[in-house]
Every structure is written in C-alpha cells, then in structure tokens.
Nanobody
Framework: QVQLVESGGGLVQAGGSLRLSCAAS????????VGWFRQAPGKEREFVSV????????YYADSVKGRFTISRDNAKKTVYLQMNSLKPEDTADYYC???????????????WGRGTQVTVSS
C-alpha cells in the first residue's frame, strides 16, 4: 500500500507562488511515477504534471508549462510542485497520485491523496 498526503495549499494573489508537497509512505517508490492533478468546482479532474521517481523525468500540461516545476526528494519521499505566476484559473483542489505508468491519465494511477485546496485571487 501507498499513502499520500498533500500539503501547502492556501490563498494567494494572482502572480504569487505556492509550493505543494506530497509526502509518501508505504512501499518503495523506485518504480513509480507521481503525478499532480487538479479539479476546479464544476470541472473534471485534469492533469498538471508528473515525475518519474527513479529517473526524474518530468512532463507538464501546456497550461502550467514554464510556471510550475515538479521535483522530488528521495530521502524524504516527497514530491513538490512549485507554482509560480499563479493565475485565478489555477484555483482548484490539487491531488497527488502514484502509479506504475508515467502518464497524464488519471485512471492509470492507483493511489491518491486527499487533496489540498489552492485559491488564487484576482
């Protein structure tokens, strides 16, 4: 089993920054990918970014490319999402997820955290 706990959400003004954390426990993550997804009120969950835990390769949605950075700390078993130049349309609940496939497809992730809320005011 894998447990994921997100933190770091909050209220920020447009143009500001936040860093989300996803702390993992349980099984070893050497073969996992960890992704970030978000869901705004009334909208479907959408892919944000993913990192391969072993190789460190990353991939971003076009909507966040150049503004968000995903990274990991192997020793702390934590994945981060640094979010800069935030926009009101980034407002959503943010979830991290772990799976065996480096993917942007939510159903391919087996383990999910409970989410952290991000609100960007204009």
């Amino acid at each position: 089993q894998v447990q994921l706990v997100e933190s770091g959400g909050g209220l920020v003004q447009a143009g500001g920054s936040l860093r989300l954390s996803c702390a993992a426990s349980g099984r070893t993550f050497s073969s996992y990918a960890v992704g970030w997804f978000r869901q705004a009120p009334g909208k479907e969950r959408e892919f944000v970014s993913v990192i391969n835990w072993n190789e460190g390769s990353t991939y971003y949605a076009d909507s966040v490319k150049g503004r968000f950075t995903i990274s990991r700390d192997n020793a702390k078993k934590t994945v981060y999402l640094q979010m800069n130049s935030l926009k009101p349309e980034d407002t959503a609940d943010y979830y991290c997820a772990a799976g065996l496939v480096f993917s942007r497809i939510a159903v391919e992730y087996a383990y999910w955290g409970r989410g952290t809320q991000v609100t960007v005011s204009s």
